[in-house]
């Protein structure tokens, strides 16, 4: 790859990054927020194994957006017929 080719993929890097292409992993907070959990939830799924952690470096723990986007949509199931989910007359 000579220097105009790697110059041309890092701007295209670049575009992509200014044009909103979203963050494949995130903070445990980005994560809660995103899904709309709490950072506690998010820890207890990672704690059970249905979350993988990823530590970078020392004190920092990252979450892959797509796995997570993954366990919410495989997620579904039929709500339970608690107070506040019955039909209303």
Known sequence: MDSTEALQAI???LDAIE???PKRFLSIASAAAWCDLSQDSIRRLIER???TAHRPVRGKVL???QQLEQYVLGSAREVRGSR???LRR
């Open 11 to 13: 701007l295209a890097r």
């Open 19 to 21: 044009a909103g292409t």
């Open 49 to 51: 194994g249905e979350l």
């Open 63 to 65: 979450v892959d957006r």
């Open 84 to 86: 506040g989910c019955g």
